[in-house]
């Protein structure tokens, strides 16, 4: 902010770091939304190396409905474990409790999450900002999600948002009832820095792109994390935290296991919108 | 406990006695010294009995009192800066005079001060003390032409910063909260302006600063790394004079005069950026209503009431203000006053009574109503944070002759925390949460013993008994023990009532630093130093921010208690011209807290459930030459040193390096004057890179890549080292009638060196795929200034 002012700047620069160990790393987040349920696991690799991480691809995945009593096994195609219920029908429901079991390399390793209510999404609003009249950074659409906090308990929400498809991510802002870190009013509006989370100001959108904005619930324990790893993947500037490593929420439960697994596994429900530039 | 104190005393007093006794016919000669322009009360000027080693300096009140035999004797007064003076006394009965000295004509003859007792380090008992005085600090090359007080003491061995723009400042290995910065006697909380860029305390109405970083004497307590001192102006009593600067970021104006010639005066100093004034034409739209400034304001009044009597009053007031648009608003700043009463019992037995106000708080502010649409509620949110103390100070000074004097006093300060009360609104539903406040009482008793049995040989040693209690109206929580570096999880809380002791710690803190001169030139000086911590500021971020609480400490946080060891050397060259000093250090620091990972730290009532204790320790050795006469000043000053640290629940439980290590920290600061009116200075700092955690992989995660550091271990990697030179030139033009003035170019980072302030890890911003080392620097270019300073 005012650093600009005192001709403050950033650069790439090589550090030479040693090459770490290499954990595996679960991406599993399970949604309420119609279709296939997709869960990663990848390798972690030294930082700057630019190709994808390497999938593994030996383990076994099990998803347990614990409040439905239901078993979904994830089977490994391609790069990824998934799981297809059908183009209509869900995997995740609202209030139910899920537990990933994950074994590999003959251990097994346990995470558990609950698919917390959310909020639907009004509406998407967008204005007209130039450079010269806003000082923004460009020119472009500067976009605002209108949504109000479910009343009656404390809610997390992350919202997310896209350009023109889901492939294309732009910004993520978390919420806890329609504030950012704490509660302080149940069942308020969103507050607008929130709503002005989903442009991204440097690369406002554009006339015919599409607004994507989704609002997925969290429980306290994956809203912590979400934002833990908010401040590790934007640590720049002057007061950014130290890094610090992100915990995982899966414990080995194999007796004497000795492998560590890294990543999360969390559920949410999930509201959706969309709107178009014209 | 009373009775240790009384058995430790005991030789004290018995000694005192049997030196008493032996005591003939003696007469004591007191008063004040000050400066016959403005009528300034002068500090730590040498007052002694030409050609013996007898002798005494004036306090921060400018007092001395010095008792000799009955007879006729030659009393010189000597400072650096200063024309000394020679003043036959015979003295047949007490005696008091006031002393006015007269500023050396031209600071660059060195013939002013030759043969001349400076007091200098070789001199005196203290040890691990810097003192610069404002006349010194003005001298060196400044940030965008402005005198800064805590910039000039980052020149100082022993004293590093975490980088560019960082808020706060780290002496002998401690962390930014363990310095104690008192302007008047008031603690300061936040001591920099803009984020780190500014220090607070105006330079127009600053007198001298001391730092000391060891060897504490009894009088201070409550930090365990250091104790900035800033003494505030009084104020001109002779003429009223006006003194201003014109800068590129800021401008200062302040007046100070008589209120009654000789016997009452006043300063009033004051400055106020103006960035955004300077901005505002190019602001449009959402950003129209930008603020972007700071402000501060100083002000002291003194009254001679008689000649046993003085009184001061003096305060501070500042602010930073930041807003966006009209949207978010932060602000926060420090507020001080101090009432101080100076009683001079009998011609030996001084007392300065002190009672100060201390706040320091914080404003987030946030509304929507410039971008309110049609059917959407109106939006408010506000916090405020606070800490406030009040305290008092009475403090002895018992010259009992001229080889013994006893400072005694006790203090007491009451804090009250309050970490956050948070009030909003939505449409017509409005809601207020409130984290309990906390409070506290400090109280110390002290007392120490000046020995100085001859010229070579000199010994302070005291005592200070340090109580803490951490009191209701409030909540106590408890916690069930885990494994260190998880959450603690709440095993239960308790209601206190207003006043009722939740938790009470006790120190017995002993102080010592003796001298021995090998000859007139040569001294060398040892010192230990026990001290102890009551408050503590929260921060897991590479520096402090203004919005770092304090937490005092709590039936969970134990006080941090710091011994220190140090053995020094000074070396003053014969011609006076030249002082070396070399000094080793040992400290051992308890209960310093760190952080679990992921701790959360912004308004989180459980805040004590994410905090560690630590142990630390710190060892260096600092190395100064200073020259202060001649056409050519300045100083060198080398550290060498070393601090870490050890937590368990972090880094594997193995020592590591603190944020703040720097292996290597070297000054140069030079002055040469080319006339009386013109004058080049340069500043070189070379210093070792921090400490950081480097990332050594990524987990690929939701679309993202997040920094990961497998080896668990913190600190394990340095920034590049960090090095800037800086100039400065000084143009003072013709005095015109009274007015004087003054340019001041200057250029920082003059070969604009990019350095580090981090290192951090990120996906580019335009192109995710590609993952980067980014380096930050705060200031990466070289950054002119220019500053017209002047004075009616």
């Known amino acids: 902010m005012i650093m600009a002012g005192f001709s403050a700047c950033t650069d790439t620069i090589d550090v030479n770091v040693a090459k770490g160990t290499s954990y595996p790393v679960l991406d599993a987040w399970i949604t309420n939304e119609p279709g296939l349920q997709v869960i990663r696991l990848t390798q972690s690799v030294p930082y700057t190396d630019q190709a994808p991480a390497p999938v593994i691809k030996d383990a076994i995945i099990t998803l347990i409905d614990e409040t439905a009593g239901q078993t979904y096994a994830f089977n490994f195609n391609d790069s990824a474990y998934t799981f297809n219920p059908g183009d209509n029908a869900t995997v995740g429901v609202t209030g139910h409790a899920y537990r990933l079991r994950v074994v590999y390399k003959g251990e097994t390793f346990e995470a558990i999450d609950t698919i917390k209510r959310t909020t639907p999404i009004d509406s998407i609003t967008y204005k ?100 833990q790893v908010d401040e590790q993947i934007n640590a720049g500037g002057l007061f950014a935290k130290v890094l610090e490593n992100v915990k995982c929420n899966a414990t080995n439960i194999t007796p004497g296991g000795k492998q560590k697994l890294l990543g999360w596994f969390g559920t949410s429900a999930v509201s959706s919108s969309e709107k178009v530039i014209e | 406990m009373k009775t240790r104190l ?30 016959q322009q403005n009528g300034e009360s002068l500090i730590g000027i040498s007052v002694s009995k030409a050609g013996t080693g007898l002798g005494t300096v004036t306090n921060e009140f400018g007092f001395f009192s010095l008792t000799l035999p009955a ?60 003192r610069l005085d404002i006349a010194q600090m003005k001298k060196m090359p400044t940030f965008m032409g402005e005198v800064d007080v805590l910039r000039s003491i980052q020149t100082l061995p022993g004293v590093n910063t975490v980088g560019e723009g960082a808020s706060g400042f780290n002496v002998r290995g401690g962390a930014a909260d363990e310095n104690l910065i008192l302007l008047d006697d008031a603690p300061v909380y936040n ?101 972007l400034n700071f402000y501060d304001v100083t002000a002291k009044v003194n009254f001679k009431l008689n000649k046993n009597n003085t009184l001061f009053a003096s305060g501070y007031l500042g602010r930073d203000v930041f807003g966006f648009g009209t949207q978010v608003n932060m602000n926060w700043g420090n507020k001080t006053a101090t009432v101080r009463w100076n009683h001079v019992f009998t011609n030996r037995l001084f007392l300065n009574l002190t009672t100060f106000y201390s706040n320091y708080d914080y404003t987030l502010d946030f509304n929507n109503s410039s971008k309110k649409e049609a059917g959407e509620n ?119 009532g207003a006043n009722e002791v939740i938790k009470a710690y006790n120190y017995l803190e002993p102080r010592i630093t003796a001298r021995y001169a090998l000859s007139d030139n040569h001294a060398i000086k040892a010192s230990y130093a026990r001290t102890t911590q009551f408050m503590h500021q929260l921060s897991n971020t590479a520096s402090p921010t203004p919005l770092d ?40 620091m308890e209960h310093q807290l760190d952080y679990i990972d992921n701790a959360d730290l912004q308004l989180n009532q459980l805040i004590e459930a994410d905090l560690l204790p630590s142990h630390s320790r710190s060892y260096g050795l600092e190395v100064m030459a200073k020259k202060e006469v001649g056409a050519t000043t300045g100083w060198i000053s080398y550290t060498l040193s070393r601090t870490e640290r050890q937590t368990n629940g972090i880094s594997q439980n193995e020592w590591f390096l603190n944020r703040y290590d720097r292996t290597h920290n070297l000054n140069l600061v030079l002055t040469h004057d080319f006339s009386p009116r013109r004058t080049l200075s340069a500043n070189w700092v070379f210093a070792s890179g921090t400490p950081a955690t480097f990332a050594d992989s990524r987990l690929e995660f939701q679309d993202w890549d997040i920094p990961y550091n497998s080896t668990d271990k913190r600190n394990n990697y340095r920034l590049p080292a960090y090095h800037r030179l800086d100039l400065s030139y000084t143009i003072k033009g013709k005095q015109l009638r009274r007015w004087k003035g003054e340019w001041v170019f200057s250029l920082y980072n003059v070969y604009a060196r990019r350095n580090a302030y981090t290192v951090y890890f990120q996906q580019n911003k335009d192109d995710p795929s590609k993952k980067e080392a980014v380096r930050l620097s705060i200031i990466g270019s070289v950054i002119p200034g220019i500053t017209y300073n002047f004075k009616f």
């Open chain 2, 71 to 130: 007879g006729d004797h030659v009393l010189q007064f000597s400072y650096v800066g200063y024309t000394s003076m020679k003043l036959n006394v015979s003295l047949k009965s007490n005696k008091t005079m006031d002393i006015k000295l007269e500023k050396s004509s031209s600071q660059l003859s060195t013939v002013t001060v030759k043969g001349t007792k400076q007091e200098k380090a070789v001199n005196t008992l203290s040890t691990s003390l810097n």
């Open chain 2, 191 to 291: 001591s920099t302006h803009m984020l780190g860029f500014f220090s607070v305390f105006n330079p127009d109405a600053v007198k001298s600063i001391n730092l000391i970083k060891g060897g504490f004497p009894a009088e201070y307590g409550g930090r365990t790394s250091s104790v900035l001192d800033i003494r505030m102006k009084d104020g001109n009593n002779q003429n009223t004079t006006v003194n201003g600067g014109i800068g590129n970021i800021f401008s200062r104006l302040s007046v100070e005069g008589p209120i009654k010639k000789d016997e009452s005066s006043f300063i009033i100093a004051a400055r106020r950026s103006y960035i955004d004034v300077i901005m505002k034409p190019f602001l449009k739209g959402d950003m129209k209503d930008t603020k």
């Open chain 2, 549 to 588: 609480i304090w937490t005092p400490s709590t039936n969970n946080v134990q006080p941090q208690v710091a011994d220190q060891y140090t053995v020094g050397y000074v070396y003053d060259a014969p011609s006076n011209v030249y002082e070396i000093s070399a000094e080793v250090y040992y400290k051992n």
């Open chain 2, 378 to 496: 109106t939006q408010k949110y506000k916090w405020t944070s606070n800490i406030i103390n009040y305290g008092v100070k009475p403090a002895f000074t018992y010259y009992i002759n001229a080889h013994n004097s006893i400072h005694t006093g006790v203090s007491g300060i009451y804090y009250t925390f309050k970490p956050g009360t948070g009030t909003a609104v939505d449409g017509t539903t409005t809601s207020v949460t409130d984290l309990t406040q906390q409070h506290g009482l400090e109280a110390a008793a002290y007392i120490d013993h000046e020995w100085k049995p001859s010229t070579r040989f000199g010994v302070q040693y005291g005592l200070r008994f340090s109580s803490y209690q951490y009191l209701g109206k409030g909540t106590a929580y408890y916690y069930n023990d885990t494994t260190p570096g998880i959450r603690k999880t709440l095993a239960g809380t308790k209601e206190y």
């Open chain 1, 128 to 227: 007209y900002k130039t450079k010269s009249e806003n000082a923004v950074p460009k020119d472009g659409y500067e976009a605002k999600f209108h949504a109000v906090d479910v009343k009656g308990a404390v809610d997390y929400y992350w919202i997310r948002s896209y350009r023109n498809n889901v492939w294309h991510r732009v910004a993520d802002t978390y919420s806890v009832d329609g504030y950012f870190d704490q509660s302080v009013l149940d069942g308020a509006s969103f507050i607008l820095p929130i709503q002005e989370g989903i442009t991204d100001e440097e690369h406002p959108y554009q006339l015919g792109e599409k607004i994507i904005v989704k609002i997925r619930s969290l429980t306290y324990q994956s809203h912590f994390f979400l934002t």
């Open chain 2, 6 to 35: 009384i058995m430790l005393l005991f030789p004290v007093l018995l000694l005192l006695q049997g030196q008493y006794a032996q005591a003939q016919q003696r007469y004591t000669i007191s008063g004040y010294v000050k400066d």
